[in-house]
């Protein structure tokens, strides 16, 4: 509503308009007007006032006509209608509410009756302009929400399909950045960890398909929880092999160290569950091999199956080491060792030829954290 309100005064009597217009000026109303039945629509139109006096019987449109006009015209807000009507007889004047009016006034009008409708109906305008905003802000805010819910559910549909393909580091950072950059191919300084079982080549040759099947799931259920616990990126399961990286795509002060910690964790485990299988019958071991250095990565495969790699001879060493590795054993190349001798206890393993590496590196076998720095963390 217009403030102050704005009034159109429609009669087709001069004398009539002036004696509304200076009637109702007192009151500090923005007033209009208009002389017959067309320049009120004109006017309405122009003016969208908040309260309309029509004059009922006029020239070329009478009020009762352009009553039925203004609400049938669905470009205009709700504008209140007093018809001022010298008729007296009921009928006329249910004609004129029917037809659109919200009040009348009888003519000739008394001007403390005029008064009170012209309030009483501007009160009912202001009502309804403010349920009219209310809805509109309703209808906003309803609107915000369903935008916010649908792109939430995308985002939850786009996790669960990137979860399929990719670590869940990868597809937390892929989803929280709003794009896909993470995923083309970049180069970074990683720590790679392979593990993978003794005896289950010979296991799964004779043993019932069952069997393995279950094996395998028990233990990737263990190095499963293990790699989301220290914060590890699952590069790939191959069957019995493990695959984990460190420092990509989530960066990590020291990889080594992290890579080194989550090994000592999987070996408990591991144990643990080599036992079990062996009450049954099952001759299997595990071991595990750590390497440092530099990887290509991002995502290799095809549309609909994709996995995220790292490609280099980081991943080689890793893999190699795990060959090496007697059960039980955590070996460690030297730029591994270099980051975490302070951390740890190591005994050397020797100089390994590993397939595939041109030169013998040295190579060593991790012990345990040593205990002074964790009485320095207990301390700090």
């Given amino acids: 509503m217009h403030n102050p309100p704005r009034i159109l005064i429609v009669d087709d009597n001069d004398t009539n308009r002036d004696i ?20 009120a629509l004109a006017a ?3 003016h969208l006032p908040d309260l309309v006096l029509l004059d009922v019987m006029m020239p070329k449109l009478d009020g009762i006509e352009v009553c039925k006009r203004v609400r049938a015209d669905n470009t205009l807000p709700f504008i209140p209608i007093i018809l001022c009507t010298a008729k007296a007889d009921s009928k006329d004047v249910v004609a004129g509410l029917e037809a659109g009016a919200d009040e009348y006034l009888t003519k000739p009008i008394d001007q403390t009756a005029l ?14 302009d ?4 209310q809805a509109t802000e309703l209808a906003t805010l309803n609107k915000g929400l369903e935008q916010r819910v649908a792109e939430q559910l995308g985002e939850i549909e786009r996790m669960s399909k990137l979860r399929r393909f990719l670590p869940p580091q990868v597809a937390d950072l892929i989803v929280a950045s709003g794009s896909e950059k993470e995923l083309e191919s970049h180069r970074r300084e990683i ?43 699952l590069e790939r399961y191959a069957g019995d092999g493990v695959m984990v990286i460190f420092n990509d795509p989530v960066q990590v ?22 036992n079990r299988w062996r009450r049954l019958g099952h001759e299997i071991g595990f071991g595990i091999g750590i390497s440092h250095g530099y990887a290509t990565l991002g995502t290799i495969g095809f549309e609909g199956r994709f996995d995220y790699a790292a490609i280099g001879t980081v991943s080689n060493v890793a893999s190699r080491l795990c060959d090496e590795a007697a059960s039980g054993q955590i070996l460690i190349a030297p730029r591994v060792f270099m980051a975490i001798e ?24 991790v012990v345990e954290l040593s205990a002074a720095p964790q009485a320095e963390a207990k301390q700090a």
Avoid: W
């Avoid at 009483?120 to 202001?126: D, E, H, M, N, P």
């Avoid at 799964?204 to 790699?227: K, W």
């Fill in 20 to 39: 509304l217009q200076s009637r109702l000026e007192l009151h500090g109303y923005d007033l209009k007007q208009a002389a017959d039945g067309e320049e």
């Fill in 44 to 46: 309405i139109k122009e």
């Fill in 115 to 128: 008064v009170a409708r012209v309030k009483s109906v501007l009160r009912l305008k202001g009502l309804h």
């Fill in 130 to 133: 403010q349920v009219s905003a």
């Fill in 191 to 233: 720590t790679a960890l392979f593990c993978d079982l003794r005896g289950f080549t010979g296991f799964s040759e004779s043993a019932d398909p069952e069997d393995v099947m279950t094996l395998l799931r028990q233990y990737h259920e263990a190095v499963g929880t293990i790699i989301h616990k220290h914060g590890g990126t």
């Fill in 253 to 274: 002060p020291n990889p080594a160290l992290a890579a080194v910690k989550m090994a000592l964790e999987m070996r408990v485990g591991l144990t643990a569950l080599c």
């Fill in 342 to 365: 302070e951390h740890v206890t190591v005994e050397p393993a020797g100089q390994f030829e590993l397939k595939g590496i041109r030169r013998p590196i040295e190579v060593y076998n």
